[in-house]
């Protein structure tokens, strides 16, 4: 039983900042690569950033300079720092992740999803 729960969503001000988590739990040996996905209204599903267990980080055009991804492997949580926002961002942010356990590769996993509402 492994599940990645996301949490930090809400409602914030254009220009305002706001963080989110994910945790992965359950029987896990490894998670090499994590990442966040959005999905905005009428927009298909966007791939935000991505972070390796090494921290070797890639963002979209869209958020660099504004977004940051890290992560604390001892915790199996990633984090997405977002500053400088504006309604374009407003989605369903998502995290993601390949999942080992000490039996081997289990699958790859979705958090159930964080609204971000970026409005005045």
């Known amino acids: 039983q492994v599940q990645l729960v996301e949490s930090g969503g809400g409602l914030v001000q254009p220009g305002g900042s706001l963080s989110l988590s994910c945790a992965a739990s359950g029987r896990i040996s490894n998670i090499y690569t994590m990442a966040w996905y959005r999905k905005a209204p009428g927009k298909q599903r966007e791939l935000v950033a991505t972070i390796t267990s090494s921290s070797n980080t890639n963002y979209a055009d869209s958020v660099k300079g504004r977004f940051t991804i890290s992560r604390d492997n001892a915790k199996n949580t990633v984090y997405l720092q977002m500053n400088s926002l504006n309604p374009d961002d407003t989605a369903v942010y998502y995290c993601?992740?390949?999942?080992?356990?000490?039996?081997?590769?289990?699958?790859?996993?979705w958090g159930q999803g964080t609204q971000v509402t970026v409005s005045s």
């Open positions: 993601n992740a390949d999942i080992w356990s000490p039996n081997g590769y289990r699958g790859n996993y």
